[in-house]
């Protein structure tokens, strides 16, 4: 095996590698083709040739990514406000609106860099991957690690890792269409060395390598931004024509204040940093994201379609019964080490007597197989390579493979040229129907084991037609695998029951072993389906039987043929150990222990993610609506040369918006999943974030925020002052503006703190703020509750946030030359009470809200109801055609038919 040079230097061999035998390629390596490179071969290959990759790889262009910062909608706003500043000659203005871009378009391009770079590092976790044998053991290490001398195994499905040497292979073929253009599989053969120079094509006894291509990602946010941006010109057309569309000095600065008041500056980079910190939280719980659609997707999943072996179950096949024709059943019991031959007990704990019978049993099923158990002197524990059902059969000498049919040939002491044949038991005698049906009932698959004689030499075994091997078998016995539950498999289930997630397990197995693990489940409710005998195609059917019925469905999938229903699936979920590379390419996700739970766990982080987007969104977008209906009421405001007089100053604004409300919303972004969240149906995905509640919540808590605001800016003038608002206040300071720039400070300290107050309100959409677990006994203020519970400074990152961005208010308002001259307000005095007055005002104002919400049931989630309606209906209606298809497999040409079984709402009853 040669791989694909990117080091400093490649290896070099006597002669190409397809001209050398395997023997004199290994030897040249320094490689043992039984046990691998040593780890610390594989840690100098690595060292001396470099990673194994194609130089010259493309990075992220830097240029795309500024080029996005400065063209998305909200910069374009700020641009045009900088604009018109420096078109009116507000040279202070202009300058911070100058700085405030440059900070926004900084930071964002950082971040985003940033967030594509770990999106990078994470799709690296789940790129292609391979299965080298190292010291004897077989590992699966990143294809880029992979170094001269390695013993690479290749499975369908994968890609080819590196230019790899065959030195054994079965019914082989790779695709090479990207290195010579032929567009069917080519045919390879391990044996011979090829004499003379050939070309790529030619070289029979080698497999390479090729390149693979990776999308990107990019926030869903341009709709939302250029919705904004409309409202912005809109909001600028209704200032010009509040002033007869007169568009001096004082109506430009007007308008600019409406426009900056409109946009969320922070909102872009408060999602990226989000989405990028839930996705290294997913990858701790075993997730890798590769599609960041996924992420909301993922809490949106109603239906969850699993495969069952090695993701319900642990994927360690054990040997749990044999039966031997006139010797009765053997059973083998407390055993759950599937690689450790010696443990477990005989039944009576009676090791059984070695007759003819029971030898040729074992003999058959030991010869038939390609996998190794072997004891670790080092690690003192058994280990195994190898198929899961070879290495349970090997440990006890019956065998069976993915494949139907697998013939070995051996020449015993006796003379005799065996056919050992591993069939699946329906092709044997209809009598053992009854045996096999007792087995499966048990959550056994069925496995025969048969031979024959065969009176050919051992030269003509090549090119032996498999038709004439594979009949007139002898029946040596049958055999019973037992793949167990996981441990955390019903746990898992039953949280997706009480997230009104349905489950549905696909297997190919028999009916009645499929039948027995949902038994032992036990936690599969009444619609979803157990679909045994399940092809690749079933599961497609599957998904759009689904979608028919509106519901948003999961798939995982670990083979080639998995790849069409992964695609068509909401979600499609690929095995990271077991799935292959074109399974992983499919996919959204990729787990990477093969776990059901795991999935469980993503679809958790994902109403998480879900949850806290809504959050934010409300916090930022609410204090824009605030600010905006102050402005628009604040065109009353006139003053003697008749124009408007806004209540706060753009600068105020950027200073709200940049600084004030970005820091809560990136702790929102990252609030710990409430403790219902499991509790609660999917949310609907065609809504998405702006749900009807999350409109209504935003004009509600606006319209308090921006009327608590307007009347302190009333009262400090017209009730307490003169309603003097002076001449040009809205560019200068002079005595004449004294009022009004004292009725700014108020506004824009109270302003402050209701938008820091809202982001704890907002940790819950419905729930009080003084009652955040619903599960929890009636308690005070969460500020003085036990340290068992939640509590508001629980998210440190948000308390901190709020807290400093309260005491900044006043540095702001008292320094001199910054609160006139920047800021356009003045420091004040009895004005506090006023600020400090409001905060009470909008917490009552927003509770009653919530008790509203909670009190009449308004924007409760329907997608209970939907699941109550689904739940009524058989989906035997999507699936009745499918019990009659019949799916023929291409290796050996059996007929299978796709089996649905139902669970009986009766607890008991058998699946019908």
């Known amino acids: 095996m040669a791989p694909k040079k990117s080091g400093p230097r490649g290896p070099s061999f006597s002669r190409p590698p397809y001209q050398l035998s395997a023997d004199e390629l290994a030897q040249e390596l320094g490689t043992n083709l039984e046990t691998g490179l040593s780890p610390s071969q594989a840690k100098q290959g690595l060292d001396q040739y470099g990673e194994n990759k194609l130089e010259g790889g493309e990075g992220i262009p830097v240029w795309k990514v500024l080029i996005k910062q400065i063209s998305n909608a909200i910069i374009r706003v700020l641009i045009i406000a900088m604009a018109l500043s420096y078109g009116v000659k507000d040279w202070i203005e202009g300058g911070v609106i100058t700085a405030v871009i440059f900070l926004n378009v900084t930071i964002g391009f950082f971040q985003e860099y940033r967030a594509e770079k770990t999106m990078d590092s994470l799709r690296s976790l789940s790129s292609p991957t391979a299965a080298v044998l190292r010291d004897g053991n077989l590992d699966h290490v990143a294809s880029i690690t992979v170094v001269p001398g390695d013993i690479v195994e290749l499975k369908t499905g994968d890609v080819v890792p590196a230019d790899l040497r065959l030195f054994e292979a079965m019914n082989f073929e790779t695709d090479e269409a990207l290195l010579t253009g032929e567009s069917l599989p080519v045919p390879k053969e391990p044996e011979p060395p090829i004499e003379g120079e050939v070309g790529v094509g030619d070289r029979t006894n080698m497999a390479f ?64 940093i989000t989405m990028a910190v839930g996705m290294k939280t997913m990858v701790k719980r075993k997730v890798i994201v590769r599609k960041l659609d996924a992420l909301e997707a993922l809490g949106g999943v109603s239906n969850i379609c699993s495969d069952k072996t090695g993701t319900l179950t642990q994927g360690k096949m054990i040997t749990r019964k044999a039966w031997i024709p006139g010797l009765g059943m053997y059973t083998v019991d407390r055993t759950e080490e599937a690689a450790n031959p010696t443990s477990g007990d005989f039944e009576d704990g009676v090791l059984p007597e070695i007759v003819p019978e029971l030898e040729a049993f074992l003999h058959s099923s030991a010869l038939c197989n390609l996998a190794t158990v072997r004891f670790d002197n080092t690690k003192k524990r058994w280990q195994a390579t190898g198929d899961p059902t070879e290495i349970a059969l090997q440990n006890t000498h019956s065998t069976a493979t993915s494949r139907e049919c697998l013939s070995y040939f051996r020449n015993p002491t006796t003379g005799d040229i065996l056919s050992l044949q591993k069939v699946l038991l329906r092709e044997l005698l209809i009598f053992a129907h009854l045996l096999m049906t007792v087995l499966a009932d048990q959550g056994l698959r069925v496995l025969a084991i048969a031979r024959r004689a065969i009176d050919r030499p051992p030269a003509d075994w090549n090119g032996f037609p498999r038709n004439e091997v594979e009949q007139n078998l002898t029946l040596m016995g049958l055999a019973g695998l037992y793949d167990p539950p996981r441990l955390e498999t019903k746990d898992a289930v039953r949280k997706c029951t009480n997230a009104g997630i349905q489950v549905h397990m696909l297997t190919g197995d028999h009916p009645s072993t499929a039948r027995a693990i949902a038994r032992e489940v036990d936690q599969l409710p009444a619609l979803p389906f157990v679909i045994a005998r399940c092809a690749p195609n079933t599961k497609v059917r599957m998904i759009d039987a689904l979608h028919r019925r509106g519901r948003y469905a999961a798939m995982t999938g670990d083979g080639v043929n998995d790849s069409p229903s992964l695609k068509r699936a909401d979600v499609g979920i690929a ?18 222990d093969d776990n059901f739970e795991s999935i469980v766990n993503a679809v958790e982080e994902g109403r998480r993610m879900f949850d806290n987007i809504q959050k934010f969104i409300l916090h930022l977008l609410v204090s824009n609506v605030g600010e905006v209906i102050l402005l628009i009421i604040g065109l009353a405001f006139r003053d003697r040369d008749n124009f408007s007089v806004f209540p706060l100053a753009p600068l105020e604004i950027l200073w709200i918006n940049m600084l004030t409300s970005s820091f809560p919303a990136f702790g929102l972004g990252l609030e710990k999943a409430t403790s219902d969240i499991m509790r609660r149906p999917p949310h609907d995905t065609k809504v998405g974030v702006f749900t009807k509640q999350i409109l209504v919540d935003m004009v509600v808590y606006g319209t308090i925020m921006g009327t608590c605001s307007l009347c302190t800016f009333v009262i400090i003038v017209y009730g307490v002052g003169t309603g003097n608002l002076g001449v040009n206040c809205n560019s200068r300071y002079s005595s ?53 519970t939640p509590k508001v400074y629980r998210n440190k990152f948000l308390f901190y ?88 497999t291409s290796s050996a040409g059996i007929s299978r038919s796709t089996t649905v079984e139902k669970r009986s709402p009766v607890k008991g009853d058998e699946m019908i």
């Open 209 to 272: 390598s090729s390149s693979t291509k990776h999308g990107n990602f990019q926030p869903k946010l341009a709709k939302l931004a250029y919705y904004l941006l409309l409202c912005a010109v809109v909001l600028a057309i209704i200032v010009f024509a509040a002033n007869k569309f007169r568009i001096p000095h004082e109506v430009v600065i007007y308008a600019i204040s409406l426009g900056i008041a409109i946009i969320p500056e922070s909102l872009i980079a408060v999602l990226t």
């Open 575 to 592: 095995m990271g150990l077991a799935g292959s590379d074109v399974a992983k390419s499919a996919s959204d996700i990729v787990l990477t």
């Open 736 to 788: 004449e503006c004294d009022l009004v720039f004292r009725a700014r400070a108020a506004v824009f300290a109270q302003l402050t703190w209701l938008i820091l107050i809202s982001a704890w309100e907002f940790k819950s959409i419905r729930r009080s703020m003084f009652r955040f677990d619903p599960y929890q006994a009636e308690h005070r203020f969460p500020f003085f509750r036990d340290a068992s």
């Open 801 to 888: 946030a709020v807290v400093i961005g309260a005491v900044s208010v006043f540095p702001v308002v008292y320094i001199p030359g910054l609160n006139t001259g920047v800021f356009k307000h003045k420091g004040i005095t009895w004005e506090w009470a006023l600020s400090f007055g409001a905060i009470p005002v909008f917490v009552c104002g927003v509770e009653a809200w919530k008790f509203i919400k909670r009190k009449y049931g308004l924007f409760n989630n329907r997608e209970s109801d939907r699941v109550k309606k689904d739940a009524s209906l058989s989906l035997r209606q999507g699936f009745f055609t499918m019990a009659k298809t019949m799916t023929r």
